[in-house]
């Protein structure tokens, strides 16, 4: 099971490779194989981690131990209402009833600012700005005084950058310079990154169709 | 046809084939390569050696098969080393299709180092609702996750008895492809306090490192090679190491694109000044 298992992901790999040198159908059957494969999954994975064990067992398993739906349904009441949002949210498909769906969808919303508004305050802004707020003279180290004046032109500047209520001219347009500078070096980071990043995808593959396929390295 | 203007008709697939005979050759030829241990990931390994044996620590799944290659060696490079000191892990995600990797990357782990399942380690599983679930552990494990993966009630899971929420763990380490980890760190670190270190893949990495600079994360693995330098403080060599001399064969290929780029771009805007 597991040497078929392995050559059928190394073709798969190959497949997917295969679109480097042209578009063609074997490279068009592994996406579809990918995205529907993928789908598949997660339905059947929510329907057995949450769905079933969540929603639906609660009511069965009361069923089977009392003989009773009446009893089963009013000792589990409160599942109707998620499951009734959740039917609900599946509305969005009719089109003269979707707008029922937003209930569900104001409900999510709700949560979400609710949860996020405060957790953005003082997990994010907060922090963030306290670690700005560094000594820009720390005696008997130099390095770290520097560190400390680097990161303070660099936040204002990128600050003064991002500024539009005013002309970017003479100490703001200096700054604001300054500031451009600093995202430069940020993109060029993000840009190395990803560089790594990809390479190191690649290599996974490889090293996989060298050592569990062909078994040509270990 | 002059070199540059050949240079600049370059069929892209040539350079395809150079990126794959540049990482491949490295491969093959079975290279080794010592990597230097950068601070964030040498404090991720602190962080988890100074704990006590028995304490617990909460590892999530954030991620899929399509970053693995990256996120993977991280995952097994931290269980060997907390199963190595004796560590409780509690296992879960917020990516339903990146679990079960998690789940074939642990089960492996706990087989090499003679682990038991319900005593030294649980998978929990997975639950829609990021920031939900994160909060509501912070109040109790249980009313998220009644039962494990299994569908076995955690009060009948010997490891489980006295955890009850983020006080009872001591660091969480978060295998990282998306914002999840942001999430862990302002719904959680924020607000119950919980230490955490994230493994993250390299794309992500140097938007993290604001929070390692804040002091949100004790410390930061990033992408391959920071699962290298992982395995090197473990001695326990993976593919994060073996695949560090093509990583360096691999980018030494695109700087030198990148600099026949730019010599290209220049000599042709000199011709047509």
Same mark, same amino acid.
């Given at each position: ?218 | ?15 395809? &084939?150079?990126?794959? &005979? ?68 509690? &296992? ?182």
């Amino acid at each position: 099971m597991t040497l078929l298992g392995t050559w059928i992901a190394a073709f798969l790999t190959l497949a997917i490779f295969s679109f480097l040198y042209k578009d063609n159908p074997v490279y068009k059957f592994a996406e579809h194989l990918y995205v529907g494969v993928s789908a598949g999954y997660m339905v059947i994975y929510v329907w057995a981690t949450d769905v079933r064990p969540l929603l639906l067992d609660p009511f069965v398993q009361t069923h089977l131990q009392t003989r009773s739906w009446a009893i089963s349904f009013s000792q589990h009441a409160s599942l109707f209402i998620p499951a009734t949002l959740g039917v609900v949210m599946l509305l969005r498909t009719f089109p003269k009833i979707s707008w029922v769906s937003r209930w569900p969808i104001s409900f999510l919303v709700g949560i979400g600012a609710g949860l996020a508004i405060t957790a953005d305050v003082q997990g994010y802004l907060f922090p963030q700005v306290q670690a700005t707020l560094v000594p820009l003279w720390v005696g008997g180290s130099v390095l770290t005084t520097f560190n400390n004046i680097l990161l303070f032109v660099g936040v204002v500047g990128t600050l003064a950058y991002f500024y539009f209520s005013r002309e970017h001219k003479g100490f703001l347009g200096g700054l604001s310079r300054i500031g451009v500078l600093f995202i430069m070096v940020a993109f060029g980071a993000s840009f190395g990154y990803t560089v790594m990043a990809r390479i190191s995808l690649l290599i996974g593959r490889i090293h996989f169709l060298f050592a569990d396929w062909l078994h040509v390295v270990h | 046809m002059s070199w540059l203007a050949k240079l600049e008709k370059i069929d892209r697939r040539w350079i395809f &084939l150079g990126v794959a &005979l540049v990482v491949s050759a490295p491969l093959l030829l079975g290279l080794h390569s010592k990597v230097d241990i950068t601070p964030p990931v040498k404090n991720t390994y602190e962080a988890i050696d100074r704990l006590p044996p028995g304490s617990v620590i909460m590892v999530s799944i954030d991620y899929d098969a399509s970053t693995m290659p990256e996120n993977q060696p991280m995952l097994l490079a931290v269980l060997r080393h907390a199963f190595q000191k004796n560590l409780k892990i509690i &296992l879960m995600g917020h990516w339903p299709l990146g679990l079960p990797v998690g789940t074939l990357g642990l089960d492996q782990v706990a087989r090499e180092m003679h682990k038991t399942y319900g005593t030294d380690y649980v998978n929990l599983g997975f639950r829609p609702g990021t920031a939900a679930v994160m909060v509501n552990l912070g109040t109790e494990i249980r009313n998220v996750f009644p039962s494990d993966y299994r569908r076995v009630l955690l009060d009948s899971i010997p490891m489980m008895r006295g955890v009850h929420n983020y006080n009872d763990i001591r660091l969480l380490v978060g295998i990282e492809a998306g914002d999840t980890y942001e999430f862990w760190i302002i719904y959680v670190q924020a607000r119950f306090g919980l230490k955490m270190a994230m493994g993250t893949t390299a794309v992500m990495a140097p938007t993290a490192y604001k929070y390692l600079q804040s002091g949100q994360l004790v410390g930061l693995i990033g992408g391959l090679k920071g699962a290298a330098e992982y395995e090197s403080l473990i001695a326990h060599p993976g593919i994060g190491l073996a695949g560090m001399p093509a990583q360096s064969a691999g980018h030494l290929l695109i700087i030198l694109f990148i600099i026949l780029g730019n010599i290209g771009y220049f000599l042709s805007r000199r011709k047509k000044a």
